[in-house]
T-cell receptor
Framework: ETGVTQTPRHLVMGMTNKKSLKCEQHLGHNAMYWYKQSAKKPLELMFVYNFKEQTENNSVPSRFSPECPNSSHLFLHLHTLQPEDSALYLC???????????????FGPGTRLTVL | SQKIEQNSEALNIQEGKTATLTCNYTNYSPAYLQWYRQDPGRGPVFLLLIRENEKEKRKERLKVTFDTTLKQSLFHITASQPADSATYLCASHNQGGKLIFGQGTELSVKP
């Protein structure tokens, strides 16, 4: 185990539903991340939080809404998603951001999301 | 644009041979590169980090090289085993400070 947990592991939702993904890290890290991984595509960075402050929003549609109440917890709120949003959503944490040796990513197992 | 590219074709090798995976970067000079392993349906797991002033880094059966002239990193697994079968990703920060990943190379080691 990497010390990063995600729930749920699988989620099926309709386009009109509202759901949330949860991530928790037990590593004492300061930075947390959301990634999207679609089949045969590179990992896409979505959001970065450092010390609970959002430092990166990689042009993500507003139907994805992140929340970081503290350095250990990260949520991704989903509403009115599209079928093309179906993917593996990965949470990660690192000691810090942008510093050699401290931004090594520790990933959770991911949430497999299917939008019908 | 700044990119990290890996061979998207799967690599199939025989058990006991050395697997070599390639990571090329374009339009920037990263200070370091990281390599991760990803098994199906799971998150990537960090393996090794190599800095630009390091030519080579080793960890057990793994070896990573960094050639700033060729703008390339090579990832080697010696004495490969079926358990090494996975997708291997390289990653680094671009000049904007954003962490970018290659698309990964799938390795299959046959017994």
């Amino acid at each position: 185990e990497t010390g990063v947990t995600q729930t749920p592991r699988h989620l099926v939702m309709g386009m009109t539903n509202k759901k949330s993904l949860k991530c928790e890290q037990h590593l004492g890290h300061n930075a947390m991340y959301w990634y999207k991984q679609s089949a045969k595509k590179p990992l896409e960075l979505m959001f970065v939080y450092n010390f609970k402050e959002q430092t990166e929003n990689n042009s993500v549609p507003s139907r994805f809404s992140p929340e970081c109440p503290n350095s250990s917890h990260l949520f991704l709120h989903l509403h009115t998603l599209q079928p093309e949003d179906s993917a593996l959503y990965l949470c990660a944490s690192s000691q810090d951001t942008g510093v050699v040796g401290t931004d090594t990513q520790y990933f959770g197992p991911g949430t497999r999301l299917t939008v019908l | 644009s700044q990119k990290i590219e890996q061979n998207s074709e799967a690599l199939n090798i025989q058990e006991g041979k050395t697997a070599t995976l390639t990571c090329n970067y374009t339009n920037y000079s990263p200070a370091y590169l990281q390599w991760y392993r990803q098994d199906p349906g799971r998150g990537p797991v960090f393996l090794l980090l190599i800095r630009e002033n390091e030519k080579e880094k080793r960890k057990e059966r793994l070896k990573v090289t960094f050639d700033t002239t060729l703008k390339q990193s090579l990832f080697h697994i010696t004495a490969s085993q079926p358990a090494d079968s996975a997708t291997y990703l390289c990653a680094s920060h671009n000049q904007g400070g954003k962490l970018i990943f290659g698309q990964g190379t799938e390795l299959s080691v046959k017994p």
